[in-house]
């Protein structure tokens, strides 16, 4: 990789006035397209100019017609609001012509409001204040493990340093010693609706980071020389990610705008107002040509996946759990694919991730308990060609639904396991039961949802998640469950498989994971009392299987639908609205009420989704 | 207040011996319950039984006979899996007979897995980890509010440290210097599958306390005269929360779990190994008889409530945005009801919630940007008979949706306001947009969900809200609406509005908020069209009024719901769940993929919820 002159003591003056030049060519930038615009927010962007120029155009090594080398160092912006900054570094630095900033925040444009990856130089949305820390250091961490020695330098605000989620990065940054991870916080002083909770009293924020294991440094961020020394001395030091605390004045350098409140997210009339404001910022001459540092690396082909899974081996009958079966299958895909990586928030040993840890150490990432760093860091590693597959109970991933929201924005290839799901884990409680996750995880944009009933099922699904591009979320169960299918069945997103059929078929029942075999046996049941009953493995919950669920409430024209879930944004939900309008009998069962703690079995029959409520519904609308 | 004996120069040596048994009969208790329920965490409640000995019998000002007395000190159990210590305590203290301890985590029984106030003695469900502390720092802060003088003890685990939420919490009240929140960490150093980050490194979490601003105290955790000596300290220190850091030893006092990995949530069984264990634990005979002290205040009456609510004052036809309405009708309800307090996540001039903070700026709480602490705090506040409403963006609520998730568990009395909701705000792109909130918090066990479609309706509502129990979520829309009610129009929970119908409709268009407007709009052309339609403003979205949306579908024959929104948990998967199996024509108009930045109404276009969408799917269905 070309070295770059970063020592600021062999940093010549006249490229130290070039960068203060830049930083007010990108100032002017971001007052003409928000005020061309009629939205956004200028008074960020300046503050946050001088940062912006000397990473942009003294440090970052990026093959600007090559977005997506994987030895690009990689810039995040996670004060996502100041990416009128962001679209004019890149225009600078020769990513499209400056000319395009005028599209800001147009339908036709991939100059966004926040950043998403709609632009090919944005490697995830940010905009959701707190979440690039994370990001930063699951792409940090990834390189590190490819070992391709790319800096990630993350730009945040100094508002957002109220999230916990900074936090969760910041002390797993310091504790795995991530020292190609730099924070940059432009300190401006001025949240959206009010001064935030330190000011300008940075030491608190520096000795915080300090606490997490970071090297800190507060610096003046408008001073180029002094942004130079700091991350001159940031990119050399060892065994631990750097902080710089850059106290910056918001709105810096117009002076209808300096360090007022009020001037959040608005930008300048055009005309006078506009006008004077540009006036204000002189010598948009660059006394030397900038340019971003190419690599000089070329983007290496991408690790090669056998693509040769071993197959699911159990025999019919076998009990054990999918969860147990997810992380079988996550060991066999660690085999098969080495971009496969694994997260965990502290409950290896419930969700079977360990045995991944077990086979691959150096892809397993433990992140403690801190699950909203567990997804952000997962987003990242997407970002840079890994497969993550994050884990943990599903009702914890409620922790991270922003991130998981985020993730949807940035269309991340995001692996998400929830084990633990609903009333049947039983004695631990309502706290530890996931009853929203499908709710939850079906309403993010292009999600893919797998709720396996089997051990065959669990590794085929989990094995159809690392190819299928995007956001797929697999749901899993504590108690053991018998094994239905033989090896060799095969699965498919958007499938569906019948189990029990046969032409007199007088209901449907549709159930997954937990409850299927609840719907087997109430099959039995049913047909003692001679009510032939079709049962449906809704394996694949989005998307549905539209023809099969339709076909069946054609043929036998009652459906129960049965789920260990709340009633909204469930299973029954999802098979309601896919066939509404149609004229059939219909029962959703579902946990109705808040559980409590008790035995699986006598939840399942406490709450309703047992086999004995499915029989009795059955029989209910099949006039047994 | 009755004043206690907490100078440990001043604290016999009998009753520290007492203390050291009492705690050896919590661990008893916690080993026996366990392992007669055969789950639960032991070993996670021996390390912290001096811990809860010293505050339960020697700092602890609470009647316990009357567990809602707003003077009793709080005492929170952050590491909720700790419960069996919590329910030894309190049947120590008299609570309840020690023998229902042996009912632990039984279906007829209120000793849950985790705390819930199931059971009376508990304000708050713990047991997602990182959750505590808010709650506690909410209690705290509403005591200060009505002078109540009242103390909150939260116990932590070290491994929930590295829940970003803790450090929100931490953050906000060393910054309001909120001296009555104690923070005990019991660092027994292991978490459920491996060692923490820091182990016993204690001095991490005694700095990073410190950079936030509170007292913070190394201490050792089985140490009696230790743990008294630093409680001393926290209740005299002025202007700062302590947080004491205890050294623990995970399974203390059983040699068989002491410091060792792999007992985290395991009991001992009953027989031979549980036996050994309580030999172990000698001296169950008190050298002095322990209390709980009593407060010797009785619970006061409640504010006062006026119940007398300005009416609504709009002009029909005037346009006012419902988020603004929002903010109009806090402040009102703040002057009918003291009870009413607010809570902003550095958003509150976009919510509007900075009319409340204007009128009544001591009820107003400014929680930064860290929506779960915003949403703890709230919970905690409702536990002492405040009525919190929350309000910040409808996509942010979803990094708080763990901590409303659990608030749903606790059934706190918690309103939450999300604005901003939908492809409706425009140009600031997805990253802001709710899209997902409807199907989030209709997924929390007995919430209510209400979407205003303009001022007057907005302004009924939130006044609703307060007056109905549990968790209420109010949707609010960015741009300005047209005021459709006269001031004195009435809305329940469960209701809708039908705005336009006639004997001969030949579809239902539903809608509410945003696309509401879009609905009337849709009906004009229609009826040009010749297609007379039925139009339902769905303003109770959870729950739903059934009867006349099943009068509709029955009468009309054809429905189109139509939301800003995506498809999967909202209006419309409500409607179509509300008539499944009812034979009519159905389209659901949703954001179907993921949206953009753009003008509000050619976004609206662009993703097919407008007039001319709804007009076209009409005219499709109704066979126009």
């Given at each position: ?42 008074s960020s962007?300046?503050s946050s100019?001088?940062l ?26 996670s004060k996502?609001h100041a ?46 204040l707190g979440?690039g820390l ?20 993350v730009l945040l605000g100094d508002g957002e340093i109220a999230e916990?989620?900074v ?16 924070a940059l916080v432009d300190a401006n002083r001025l949240g959206q609706?009010q001064a935030t909770m330190y000011a300008h009293d940075l030491t608190n924020y520096a000795?915080r980071f ?6 800190s440094?507060v610096i003046?961020g ?21 902080a710089i605390i850059a106290r910056t004045v918001k ?8 360090d007022?409140?009020?001037?959040h ?360």
């Open positions: 990789m070309k070295e770059q002159i970063t020592d600021p003591s062999q940093v010549s003056d006249s490229r130290i006035k070039a960068l203060y030049t830049m930083a007010n060519r990108l100032r002017r930038h971001s007052l003409v397209s928000t005020s061309e615009a009629g939205s956004g927010h200028p962007c300046c100019a001088e912006v120029s000397a990473v942009f155009f003294n440090f970052l090594r990026f093959d600007m017609d090559d977005p997506k080398n994987p030895n690009n160092d990689r810039f995040l912006l996502g990416a009128p900054v962001l679209w004019a570094a890149l225009a600078e630095g020769g990513a499209f012509p400056v000319e395009r900033l005028l599209t800001l925040r147009r339908l036709d444009s991939d100059l966004e409001g926040h950043p998403t990856p709609r632009n090919p130089w944005v490697d995830a949305a940010t905009g959701s979440q994370s990001i930063g250091l699951g792409m940090a961490l990834a390189s590190r493990l490819d070992q391709r020695g790319i800096r990630v330098y916990g989620a936090w969760e990065a910041a002390a797993l940054a310091g504790h795995v010693g991530a020292d190609n991870l730099i609706s000795d300090a606490s997490c294991g970071w090297n440094l003046d408008h001073n180029v020389t002094e942004i130079i020394q700091a991350l001159h001395t940031a990119i050399r030091t060892e065994g631990k990610p750097t709105g810096k350098g117009i002076s209808l705008l300096e007022l409140d009020g001037w997210g608005k930008p300048l009339k055009k005309g006078e107002e506009l006008e004077k404001a540009l006036s204000e910022l002189p010598d948009l001459e660059l006394s030397e040509p900038l340019t971003v540092a190419p690599t000089g690396r070329k983007a290496p082909a991408p690790p090669a996946a056998t693509g040769r899974i071993d197959a699911p081996d159990y025999d019919a009958g076998k009990q054990i759990a999918t969860r147990e079966a997810y992380g079988i299958a996550l060991r066999k895909l660690g085999a098969a694919n080495p971009a496969v990586v694994a997260l965990d928030g502290d409950v290896k040993n419930s969700t079977y991730s360990e045995k991944f840890l077990q086979a691959y150490p150096n892809r397993f990432f433990e992140c403690f308990i801190a699950e909203q760093n567990m997804v952000g860091m997962a987003a990242g590693m997407s970002a840079v060609g890994k497969i993550p597959f994050s884990s943990t109970f599903a009702c914890f991933l409620a922790r991270a639904y922003d991130q998981i929201r985020m993730a949807g924005i940035s269309q991340s290839n995001l692996k998400l396991c929830g084990s633990h799901a609903g009333v049947s884990i039983g004695e631990d409680g309502p706290s530890q039961m996931g009853l929203e996750d499908l709710a939850m995880m079906r309403a993010i944009a292009g999600s893919t949802v797998f709720y396996p009933s089997d051990a065959v099922s669990t590794e085929r699904l989990v094995a159809l998640a690392a190819d299928t591009p995007g956001i797929v979320y697999i749901r899993t169960t504590r108690p053991k469950t018998p094994t239905l299918y033989s090896p060799d069945e095969r699965f498919k997103v958007g499938g569906c498989k019948v189990l029990k059929s046969s032409d007199g078929d007088r209901v449907t029942i549709v159930g997954a994971g937990i409850t299927l075999h609840e719907a087997l046996k109430a099959c039995e049941q049913l047909k003692k009392d001679g009510i032939p009953a079709r049962v449906i493995d809704l394996y694949s919950i989005k998307p549905l299987d539209v023809a099969t669920l339709s076909q069946a409430a054609q043929e036998t024209g009652a459906i129960v639908t049965v789920e260990d879930h709340y009633p909204e944004g469930g299973l029954g939900e999802a098979v309601a609205a896919a066939l509404a309008g149609r004229k059939c009998l219909f029962r959703r069962l579902t946990v109705n009420e808040l559980p409590r703690s008790g035995g699986p079995e006598e939840l399942m029959e406490t709450f309703g989704i047992d086999a004995k409520a499915i029989a009795a519904a059955a029989r209910e609308i099949a006039g047994g």
